[in-house]
């Protein structure tokens, strides 16, 4: 069966420090991956996809990047983080033909 | 752009009540809709995926049903349980390639009362 895994689970940073949160799936091969950002008093935003390795498409200009440096492994990355940053930080992943998307944990990241 | 809704925001009821969630979508061009259940400080667990050819996807005491001529879709929860506590989200799809880019509503956080 398929498992995606996320971590750190719980981060604090303080403002202007970098930051690098890993999502790995197992148990397929050549996933759509996804990072979303969940903020208080906002929805599921969508923040990068990916389809295949070295491909990211971003939604949002912002603060963060990310990278797909093999198959099943999905990096998001800041090299100076804002307090805007603070929120809870879900990778997902799914195949195609219409598959349901499923997401990790969650990783809560707090910027002090 | 599509806009999703969800209504009512939050709901309470009593154990074993039967309830009805709402969701409504602006563009009614989609592939499927999905509804999720996130427990407070966790991930989102899938549901029910339901394809824009099916009016109805059942798992367990939960149905799902999906009129996208009036962009709406509905979850169905039979026998409620305090366990079925939770926020419940709906998403669509927006398409680009193989990639399946989702737009959620707001959520439903639901609580039910032993």
């Known amino acids: 069966s398929q498992t995606i895994h996320q971590w750190p689970a719980t981060l604090v940073q303080p403002v202007g420090s970098p930051l690098s949160l890993e999502c790995t799936v197992e148990g397929t091969s050549n996933p759509n991956l996804y990072w979303y950002r969940q903020a208080a008093g906002r929805g599921l935003q969508l923040l990068f996809y990916s389809v295949g390795i070295g491909q990211i498409s971003s939604e949002v200009p912002q603060n963060l990047s990310a990278s797909r440096p093999q198959d099943r492994q999905f990096i998001l990355s800041s090299k100076k983080l804002l307090l805007s940053d603070s929120g809870f930080y879900l990778c997902a992943w799914d195949r195609e033909g219409g598959q349901p998307q499923h997401f990790g944990d969650g990783t809560r990241l707090s910027i002090l | 752009k599509q806009e999703v809704t969800q209504i009512p925001a939050a709901l309470s009821v009593p154990e074993g009540e039967n309830l009805v969630l709402n969701c409504s979508f602006t563009?009614?061009?989609?592939?499927?809709l999905q509804w999720f259940r996130q427990d407070p400080g966790k991930g989102l667990t899938s549901l029910l995926l339901i394809q824009s050819s099916q009016r109805e996807q059942t798992s367990g005491r939960l149905n799902a049903s999906l009129d996208k001529s009036s962009g709406r879709s509905t979850l169905y929860i039979a026998a409620s349980q305090p366990g079925d506590s939770a926020t419940y989200l709906c998403a669509v799809p927006i398409s680009s390639g193989s990639a399946r880019q989702l737009t959620f509503g707001s959520g439903t956080q639901l609580t039910v009362l032993p």
């Open positions: 563009d009614s061009a989609i592939y499927n």
